[in-house]
């Protein structure tokens, strides 16, 4: 959806340490796609707070596409 939607490749995708990005089904994905999974450091405001907002902000976009 984001590749489509932007025309542009995913490379990284850095999420939390949430059981839900950190499962064989995802990382699964990720290797297949060339994709490169990053995960913050807990706790740490000043990239959590990054992270949540840019994630707030594909889903709004992504809302919008549909």
């Known amino acids: 959806l984001i590749q489509r939607g932007l025309q542009a490749q995913v ?3 850095r ?3 949430g059981t839900e990005f950190l499962n064989q089904t995802l990382q699964a994905y990720f290797a ?3 994709i490169q999974h990053q995960t913050s ?3 740490t405001l000043e990239q959590n707070g990054v992270v ?3 994630n ?3 889903v709004e976009a992504a ?3 549909l």
């Open 11 to 13: 490379r990284v995708v």
């Open 15 to 17: 999420t939390d340490k």
């Open 32 to 34: 297949a796609e060339g």
């Open 41 to 43: 450091v807990a706790r």
């Open 52 to 54: 949540k907002r840019r």
């Open 56 to 58: 707030r902000t594909l």
């Open 63 to 65: 809302r919008t596409m």
